[in-house]
C-alpha cells in the first residue's frame, strides 16, 4: 500500500494536534482535581521522588539496594491505595490522574510492529477524503446516492437501455470499489458529459480512501501540465516532480477529462509512460473521457489503445444529459 505524501503530512500533523490538545486537557483534568484535593498532588510528587531518594541513600552508603527496593515497593503501594481512595471518593475513576494512551496498540506513536497502525490510517483517510473533497464532491457522492431514475429504460440503438447500461456501469465500479487492492484492476468510463462519469468515479473514491488506500484525482490538463513541468522547468518548479511521483506511485489514480488537454507528442507520450509504468508497477487507474474509442486510439496512437483495451474494463455512458434534465425539472 503507498502512502501519498502529502496526505501523509497533512495527517500527522492532525495527528500530533490531537496528541497535544489530549495531553493539554489531562493537564488541565489534573489540575482541576489537584485543586479540589490538595493531597493527591502531595503523594504524586512523593511517588516521582522516593525512587531516587531511597536509591540515593542506599548507594551513597555502599549497602544492597535489594532492601531499599523492598522499601520502594511498598511506601509506593501505600501511596497508590491512597491515591486510589481518594478519588474514588471524591467521584472519580481511580485511575483518573493517570496518563493512559488513546490507541492500546501503538501507544499512540501511530506505529505498530513497524506498520502504521490503524488510529494513524484514520487520519490518514480522513485527510485524503478532505483533500479529494476540493476537487470531487465525495461528500455527497456516494453509491447509496446513485440515482438509476435519470436514466431511460427505452432502448435505442444500443443492445442495452441507458437505465440498464448505467445497472451495470454501477455494478462494476461497486465492485471495484469493493475489492480494491485484491488485484489490479483499471476503468475507462467513456461518453458525453452529465451522464455520471465523474460521480461514480467518485463513488469509487470515497470507498477506496476509507480503506486507507492513496487515491489521487487530478484533470488530465494539470495531470500533463506537471508533467511538462517536470521535465523542462524543473528549476522553476521544483514541487512538479513531486507531483508527477504522486501520479505515479499512488495506489489509485483517477484520471478525469483525457482529451480536453492540448493534443502534443509530449502528452502523448507522458500518457503513455503514465499508462504503462502504472500497469508495469500494478497500480490501479481510471480514466474519463468524452472521446469514443476511435478518438482515442487515433488521438493517443494504437499503442496506447492497445493498453487500454486490453488491460482496461471499458466502460460507455450514453443517455440524456442529467444535468440539462435537472435545469429543465428546475
Not at 501519498?4 to 497533512?10: I, N, Q
Not at 502531595?42 to 532492601?67: F, K, Q, Y
Not at 480503506?211 to 490538463?221: E, K, L, M, N, R
Not at 477529462?257 to 503514465?274: H, I, K, N, R
Request: glycine residues 6%.
Amino acid at each position: 500500500m503507498a502512502y501519498d505524501g502529502k496526505v501523509m503530512s497533512a495527517a500527522l500533523q492532525r495527528f500530533e494536534e490531537d496528541k497535544q490538545r489530549r495531553a493539554s486537557q489531562a493537564a488541565a483534568r489534573r489540575l482541576r482535581i489537584y485543586r479540589e484535593i490538595p493531597r493527591l498532588e502531595e503523594i504524586e510528587r512523593e511517588l516521582r521522588g522516593t525512587m531516587s531518594r531511597i536509591l540515593s541513600e542506599a548507594l551513597r552508603h555502599g549497602e544492597d539496594p535489594a532492601p531499599a527496593l523492598a522499601r520502594i515497593r511498598a511506601e509506593n503501594a501505600l501511596l497508590q491505595q491512597e491515591r486510589a481512595q481518594l478519588l474514588t471518593a471524591h467521584g472519580y475513576a481511580a485511575d483518573a490522574l493517570e496518563d493512559k494512551p488513546r490507541c492500546v496498540l501503538c501507544g499512540d506513536t501511530g506505529y505498530c510492529g513497524g506498520k502504521m497502525c490503524a488510529c494513524l490510517q484514520k487520519f490518514y483517510a480522513q485527510e485524503q477524503i478532505k483533500n479529494l473533497s476540493s476537487l470531487l464532491d465525495v461528500g455527497s457522492q456516494s453509491f447509496d446516492t446513485f440515482d438509476l431514475g435519470w436514466y431511460d429504460t427505452k432502448q435505442g440503438e444500443q443492445s442495452r437501455s441507458p437505465r440498464e447500461n448505467m445497472e451495470r456501469n454501477l455494478a462494476v465500479c461497486q465492485a471495484f470499489a469493493a475489492d480494491f487492492g485484491k488485484s489490479t484492476k483499471n476503468l475507462l468510463l467513456f461518453g458525453d458529459p452529465g451522464l455520471g462519469k465523474t460521480f461514480l468515479s467518485a463513488c469509487v473514491a470515497r470507498v477506496v480512501s476509507e480503506d486507507g488506500f492513496s487515491v489521487v484525482y487530478d484533470t488530465a490538463g494539470h495531470v500533463f501540465a506537471r508533467c511538462e513541468a517536470a521535465k523542462f522547468h524543473a528549476d522553476e518548479e521544483p514541487d512538479a516532480a513531486m507531483d508527477v511521483r504522486r501520479f505515479e506511485s499512488c495506489d489509485l489514480l483517477i484520471l478525469d477529462d483525457l482529451g480536453t488537454e492540448m493534443a502534443t507528442s509530449f502528452v502523448q507520450s507522458a500518457l503513455y509512460q503514465l499508462v504503462n509504468g502504472r500497469l508495469i508497477t500494478g497500480k490501479s487507474t481510471i480514466i474519463s473521457t468524452n472521446l469514443t474509442p476511435v478518438q482515442i486510439s487515433s488521438r493517443y496512437g494504437a499503442a496506447i489503445w492497445s493498453r487500454l483495451q486490453g488491460e482496461y474494463t471499458v466502460l460507455p455512458f450514453y443517455g440524456e444529459d442529467i444535468r440539462k434534465l435537472k435545469r429543465a425539472m428546475r
